[in-house]
């Protein structure tokens, strides 16, 4: 292993070396001034993006006012100064309460709203009157919005107390003249800073900010003096180049508000997509130099371990039929030859291992449905002795018949095999409840639903006489009257239904649960019947005969009856 080691180190290194230190010099010098124009026309479509979000916002705020000063129930509040009673005013404060909701319901960044009546009375828009909010309006935030004689216009962030403490920004408008008074709408303070926020990812730092350089929104490495940056009235980007960076400053039309971004050259290069882009041509060019001049050498390398890892997970996946075609004449020539002879007594004793398995099952299997229960031997035989002494010939003669057709499908299962016609099945049932019909003076009736093309369809074998075997003697043991057992057997493009259904006393919910989950326990096999074969004998043969494409199901209601059905995939090619 230290040969394979030493080849590879040595060229890897070498070549890989001496392309990076080229490739490096090269592409510092061509493209930092490309990368960094690029990346600054980046980030101004990206603060111009977020700029006109903050404009149309702006402008949907002066627009909602506007609609809401024109309010006729509004405006008539706020000319109104008195009332012939406390009640009346109170009256009107309501329905004005209710108006102002209505209005901030449909828009999702208001949190709430007040009206200053002409006389300097607040309402707020949640139904009560305090002096708070009267106290509240004398403070800075709204004197200095107010004391400038606009007719609207936003004030700075506040605090305000409703229904719990939060933080907004005002937007005020005044009533047209004839009416006085003032229209306060609160915006929640978080609708406005996540569209800011949205700038950490391309940005160090952000601020949105007054023309007077205080800052409403900073985050954490934002520095406060930032007023040098800033230029009221200017629409479009400006750019200010620092030693470490540059700030981009634009400021939002008919307001006082600008946002201001920074970034670090160190963050602008790291940042760069065309940095990636340069650095991948040039870093292709490496690559290529070495695959024309270490191609030769690398490739006898790697591909006799690159085989080897190939073998290997095939063989984790289970497939053992791998061969290593390589020659190297040294340790791995070593590997290839134990690996592969490792691989072949594996694979000889999996498939010793199989073919005990299969014919083990094989065994059990012919054993089991070959086995034909002594009791209903010995029921059938005393049947034909009573028939014969009553002097009924027909009958003796059909059930000696029926009985001889059951003892030749005995023991045709070792050279026919696991499977059946349908045909030869059902000629198989039918002797068997010819039987059982004389045995128990018709307490049943078969019905047989099956299509014409079906006759030579190969079904697995003893599986259809076991459940009609089950219904004649659990569904029909309490009954009085003759019961009803229908099989049907239909075949879609790729599959075969096979049905069995009584008329029966059913199962209760418990056993019909326990047959579902596959976990009722072997029963006791009744007297009368010609197989010791149930239930979980059939899934076991099915799940060995077709795996999970097999489904067993079964449908009852107690006191109704009961279903059960089977869904084979057909498989056209089955032979034993």
């Known amino acids: 292993m230290r040969r394979i080691r030493n080849k590879i180190m040595g060229s890897v290194i070498l ?34 993006q977020i700029s006109d ?18 309010d006729e129930l509004l405006q008539k509040f706020a000319s109104r100064a008195s009332y012939p009673s406390v009640y009346d005013e109170i009256k009107a404060y309501q329905q004005v309460v209710v108006q102002l909701t209505k209005f901030n319901v449909l828009r999702n960044y208001l949190a709430s709203s007040a009206i200053v009546r002409s006389d300097g009375k607040v309402f707020w828009s949640s139904l009560y009157i305090d002096p708070y909010f009267e106290q509240e309006l004398q403070k800075n935030w709204y004197q200095d919005a107010i004391g400038t004689g606009r007719k609207s216009g936003f004030t700075a962030p506040h605090l305000i107390r409703d229904n719990g403490e939060q933080k907004v920004i005002s937007f005020y408008i005044r009533f047209a003249p004839e009416f006085g008074g003032v229209l306060l709408l609160n915006i929640k303070f978080e609708a406005v800073t996540e569209l800011f926020e949205s700038l950490a990812p391309s940005f160090e730092r952000y601020a949105w900010t007054e023309d007077g350089g205080r800052g409403y929104l900073l985050n954490q490495n934002m520095t406060n003096d930032i007023s ?15 030693k470490s960076g540059y700030y981009l400053t634009r400021s939002f039309k008919e307001t006082d508000w600008s946002v201001v971004t920074f970034t670090s050259k160190s963050r602008f290069y790291r940042l760069l997509g065309y940095v990636v882009q340069y650095w991948a041509i040039f870093l292709a060019l490496c690559l290529g130099l070495c695959a024309l001049l270490f191609l030769p050498i690398i490739s006898s390398i790697t591909r006799p371990i690159s085989q080897m890892s190939r073998a290997m997970k095939q063989v984790s996946m289970g497939n053992y039929d791998v061969r290593l075609q390589f020659r190297s004449n040294d340790e791995l020539d070593i590997l290839r030859t134990g690996f592969q002879s490792m691989l072949r007594d594996i694979q000889l004793q999996m498939d010793e291992k199989i073919e005990q398995e299969k014919w083990k099952r094989r065994i059990s299997t012919e054993l089991l449905f070959a086995q034909m229960n002594p009791h209903f031997i010995y029921n059938t035989l005393n049947t034909v002795v009573y028939l014969s002494r009553k002097g009924n010939n027909r009958a003796v003669e059909e059930m000696v018949e029926a009985f001889i057709g059951i003892l030749q499908d005995a023991v045709k299962l070792g050279e026919s095999g696991l499977y059946v016609q349908v045909a030869q099945e059902k000629e198989l049932i039918e002797h068997y409840a010819l039987i059982q019909k004389y045995r128990y003076a018709d307490k049943f009736n078969l019905i047989w639903h099956a299509e014409a093309d079906m006759a030579s369809i190969l079904i697995p074998k003893s599986v259809l006489q076991p459940l009609v075997e089950n219904a004649i003697f659990h569904a029909f043991s309490e009954h009085e009257t003759p019961g009803l057992i229908e099989v049907t057997l239909k075949r879609t493009a790729d599959r075969i239904l096979i049905e069995v259904k009584d008329n029966g006393t059913g199962m209760d919910p418990e056993t019909a649960s326990r047959i579902a989950s596959n976990s009722l326990p072997q029963a006791t096999p009744h007297t009368g019947g010609m197989k010791h074969i149930g239930i979980a004998n059939i899934r076991e043969r099915l799940a060995y005969l077709y795996g999970d494409a097999a489904e067993f199901h079964v449908d009852t209601r107690e006191g109704e009856g009961t279903a059960i059905r089977i869904v084979l995939p057909f498989k056209p090619e089955i032979a034993d």
């Open 15 to 48: 070549i890989v070396t001496f392309s990076i230190t080229l490739i490096s010099v090269l592409a510092l010098d061509r493209f930092s001034s490309i990368l960094e124009d690029q990346a600054l026309n980046e980030d101004i479509i990206h603060i111009n």
């Open 228 to 242: 040098a940056y800033l230029r009221g009235g200017h629409e479009a980007v400006e750019v200010h180049r620092t």
């Open 53 to 70: 979000q903050m404009e149309r916002f702006i402008e949907d705020v002066k627009l909602y006012a506007g609609n809401m000063v024109n």
